[in-house]
C-alpha cells in the first residue's frame, strides 16, 4: 500500500493513502471497509495514475465520527472534498456501494473538482423514495436490513446485526464461512453501519438533482447483485447525460472482491478512454 497520510478536519484525523503518479483518482470505500480495498485497483492503474484510497470517518485509520451534530452524506463528504481540493486539480472518482453514495454527493457539490465519475452499485437508497411502487418495495426491502442492524447496535447484539448485513450483500451463509476472528473485527464496525444508512436513507436529493451532472461516468453493475442496487443503477442510467453502464455476469454487490480483474479492467479502459477524449479537444482547440 502507498504511505499514509492524514487530512485534519474538524479536529479530527481521517487518514489516507496514495501510490503511483499522474492524473489524480480518488477512491471512495464502501461500508466496513477501508482505503485498502483499492489496493487491487492502484496496482492496476500502475504509475498511470495517483491513486488516493482515503479511509472514511471511523474507518481504517482515520478517527470516528467527531458526534458534533447529525450525521449525513454532506458529513462523510466533507473531509473528501478538503482531500480533493488539496490536489489542486480535477480527479477522477471512484465510488463502490456507500461510497458510491458519497462520491455522488461530492460530485454534486462540487462538479467542478471531478474529472470523470466511477460508481459500482452506489447504494443511493434515497432515489427509491420517490418512485413508484416497484421502488418504494426495493426501500422497504433495504430499510427493513437497516432497522435490523440498527436494532442489533441498540441492543449490544453486534454479531447477529453484522450478520444479517453481511449476509445480505454477501449471499446466505457467507457470515459463518468466514472465521471466528474475522466475524470479530467485523462485528466492532456495526455503528458505523448505522451511520451509513442514515446518511443514505435520509439524503434529500432527488433523482432530477443529478441530471445535472455531465462528467463522464461509468456504472459498475454484478448480474447478481440486490435488486435494489441493480435499480439504483438503471435510475441513474437512465439520468446521467455521460453515463454508461457495465454489467458483470455472475457478480454480486462485492464485485470489487469477486470479480476485482473485470473491474478494474472496466475502469482502467474508462480512465484513459476520459483522458484520451481530453487530449483530442485540447488538440482540436489549439
Given at each position: 500500500?502507498?504511505?499514509?497520510?492524514?487530512?485534519?478536519?474538524?479536529?479530527?484525523?481521517?487518514?489516507?493513502?496514495?501510490?503511483?503518479?499522474?492524473?489524480?483518482?480518488?477512491?471512495?470505500?464502501?461500508?466496513?471497509?477501508?482505503?485498502?480495498?483499492?489496493?487491487?485497483?492502484?496496482?492496476?492503474?500502475?504509475?498511470?495514475?495517483?491513486?488516493?484510497?482515503?479511509?472514511?470517518?471511523?474507518?481504517?485509520?482515520?478517527?470516528?465520527?467527531?458526534?458534533?451534530?447529525?450525521?449525513?452524506?454532506?458529513?462523510?463528504?466533507?473531509?473528501?472534498?478538503?482531500?480533493?481540493?488539496?490536489t489542486r486539480t480535477p480527479v477522477h472518482l471512484v465510488g463502490h456501494s456507500y461510497g458510491g453514495g458519497v462520491a455522488l454527493r461530492v460530485a454534486g457539490e462540487r462538479p467542478d473538482l471531478v474529472r470523470s465519475l466511477t460508481l459500482i452499485e452506489p447504494s443511493c437508497f434515497y432515489l427509491l423514495r420517490r418512485g413508484g411502487d416497484r421502488e418504494r418495495a426495493l426501500l422497504e426491502e433495504i430499510a427493513n436490513v437497516a432497522w435490523t442492524v440498527s436494532t442489533a447496535v441498540g441492543c449490544g447484539d453486534y454479531q447477529s446485526g453484522m450478520q444479517a448485513f453481511f449476509d445480505y450483500w454477501n449471499g446466505d451463509g457467507a457470515w459463518m464461512d468466514m472465521p471466528e476472528a474475522t466475524r470479530v473485527s467485523f462485528a466492532r464496525r456495526l455503528a458505523k453501519v448505522v451511520l451509513d444508512f442514515r446518511g443514505l436513507l435520509e439524503e434529500q436529493a432527488r433523482l432530477s438533482d443529478h441530471a445535472a451532472l455531465t462528467m463522464p461516468t461509468l456504472l459498475v453493475c454484478g448480474g447478481r447483485s440486490p435488486a435494489p442496487s441493480r435499480r439504483i443503477v438503471e435510475m441513474l442510467a437512465s439520468t446521467l447525460s455521460g453515463a454508461r453502464v457495465h454489467r458483470i455476469a455472475g457478480a454480486g454487490h462485492m464485485s470489487p472482491l469477486t470479480h476485482a480483474h473485470a473491474v478494474n479492467a472496466a475502469i482502467g479502459f474508462h480512465l484513459e478512454e476520459v483522458g484520451m477524449s481530453r487530449h483530442r479537444s485540447n488538440a482540436l482547440s489549439a
Amino acid at each position: 500500500m502507498g504511505n499514509l497520510k492524514t487530512v485534519n478536519h474538524r479536529g479530527a484525523r481521517i487518514a489516507y493513502s496514495e501510490s503511483g503518479s499522474g492524473e489524480p483518482a480518488v477512491m471512495i470505500h464502501c461500508s466496513t471497509a477501508s482505503g485498502r480495498a483499492w489496493e487491487s485497483l492502484a496496482e492496476h492503474l500502475g504509475g498511470a495514475f495517483r491513486s488516493i484510497m482515503p479511509d472514511q470517518w471511523g474507518c481504517g485509520k482515520s478517527d470516528p465520527w467527531t458526534g458534533d451534530g447529525l450525521f449525513d452524506l454532506g458529513a462523510e463528504a466533507a473531509p473528501i472534498l478538503q482531500l480533493i481540493e488539496r490536489t489542486r486539480t480535477p480527479v477522477h472518482l471512484v465510488g463502490h456501494s456507500y461510497g458510491g453514495g458519497v462520491a455522488l454527493r461530492v460530485a454534486g457539490e462540487r462538479p467542478d473538482l471531478v474529472r470523470s465519475l466511477t460508481l459500482i452499485e452506489p447504494s443511493c437508497f434515497y432515489l427509491l423514495r420517490r418512485g413508484g411502487d416497484r421502488e418504494r418495495a426495493l426501500l422497504e426491502e433495504i430499510a427493513n436490513v437497516a432497522w435490523t442492524v440498527s436494532t442489533a447496535v441498540g441492543c449490544g447484539d453486534y454479531q447477529s446485526g453484522m450478520q444479517a448485513f453481511f449476509d445480505y450483500w454477501n449471499g446466505d451463509g457467507a457470515w459463518m464461512d468466514m472465521p471466528e476472528a474475522t466475524r470479530v473485527s467485523f462485528a466492532r464496525r456495526l455503528a458505523k453501519v448505522v451511520l451509513d444508512f442514515r446518511g443514505l436513507l435520509e439524503e434529500q436529493a432527488r433523482l432530477s438533482d443529478h441530471a445535472a451532472l455531465t462528467m463522464p461516468t461509468l456504472l459498475v453493475c454484478g448480474g447478481r447483485s440486490p435488486a435494489p442496487s441493480r435499480r439504483i443503477v438503471e435510475m441513474l442510467a437512465s439520468t446521467l447525460s455521460g453515463a454508461r453502464v457495465h454489467r458483470i455476469a455472475g457478480a454480486g454487490h462485492m464485485s470489487p472482491l469477486t470479480h476485482a480483474h473485470a473491474v478494474n479492467a472496466a475502469i482502467g479502459f474508462h480512465l484513459e478512454e476520459v483522458g484520451m477524449s481530453r487530449h483530442r479537444s485540447n488538440a482540436l482547440s489549439a
